[in-house]
């Protein structure tokens, strides 16, 4: 019970997160930011610290948990709404499609990196470099962050809803994605079946899950499991 690989993952570690913080909050933030960071790229080389409690997971995203926590968002949206940091937004998610374009046929191998679960020794072409690729690996992603935010409009629009059902379109996801491995696995990778390459593959996948499981039919039962309600005397007392 204590070695999370899956869905539940995300929620011990988020708690852990919030522990980690109440504890550092007499510290001066930039330390804490750039010591979190450090540990990060660092603790990849201990093969010891992998799905224990979720904390390899947990040191290597918390990171972005504290950035959150130190911005002021209000300041961020006033900062990046400006048009010239619109139009650079552009260029950082160019670079990325490029990037994952020509190493596609490395899609597995990098994605033991970002998804944090494994030491550097575990991944082929980390084992010696992995720490720098990982102290790299967190500027280009506050960037690409960044940039997501500053593309973002401000006033709703059609896909606005997709945004509010993130949380139903993470838990379900879980369910395609078994299907997905089953079929490489059983020689019929994706790319393949739809007849185009690996980006498109993997956009045109995510895009249909994302507007799949942001129905309308999936709201209630997702609600009932993740925010339930529970009766007191004639109070209702629900949780966020």
């Known amino acids: ?29 930039k330390y804490v930011f750039l010591f979190s960071v450090l540990t990060a790229c660092i603790a990849g080389y201990n093969s010891d610290i992998t799905y224990f409690l979720s904390i390899s997971r947990t040191i290597v995203f918390y990171p972005f948990f504290y950035a959150g926590y130190c911005i002021n968002p209000d300041k961020l949206y006033t900062i990046l709404n400006k048009m010239k940091y619109k139009l650079f937004a552009i260029v950082p998610f160019v670079i990325l499609f490029v990037f994952a374009y020509n190493f596609s046929k490395d899609f597995l191998n990098i994605l033991k990196f970002f998804n944090a679960r494994f030491p550097y020794s575990e991944i082929e072409g980390f084992d010696v470099f992995g720490g720098v690729f990982r102290l790299l690996y ?14 973002c409009p401000k006033k709703e629009n059609i896909i606005s809803i997709w945004g509010r059902r993130t949380l139903n379109v993470y838990a379900l996801h879980y369910i395609l994605r078994a299907v997905v491995t089953k079929l490489y696995y ?4 994706m790319d393949n079946l739809l007849g185009m390459g690996c980006c498109f593959s993997i956009f045109i996948i995510s895009l249909s899950i994302t507007i799949f499981f942001s129905l309308k039919i999936f709201v209630k039962p997702m609600n009932f499991i993740l925010k339930p309600k529970w009766t007191d005397g004639e109070k209702v007392i629900k949780s966020d």
Do not use: C, H, Q, R
């Not at 992603?141 to 960044?146: A, D, E, G, M, T």
């Open 186 to 189: 059983l020689g019929y990778p």
């Open 138 to 151: 967190y500027p280009a992603v506050f960037v690409l962050i960044f940039s997501f935010v500053a593309l």
């Open 1 to 29: 019970m204590f070695y999370e690989k899956s869905l539940p993952w995300y929620a011990l570690s988020l708690g852990e997160f919030y522990l980690i913080t109440i504890l550092l909050k007499d510290i001066n933030k």
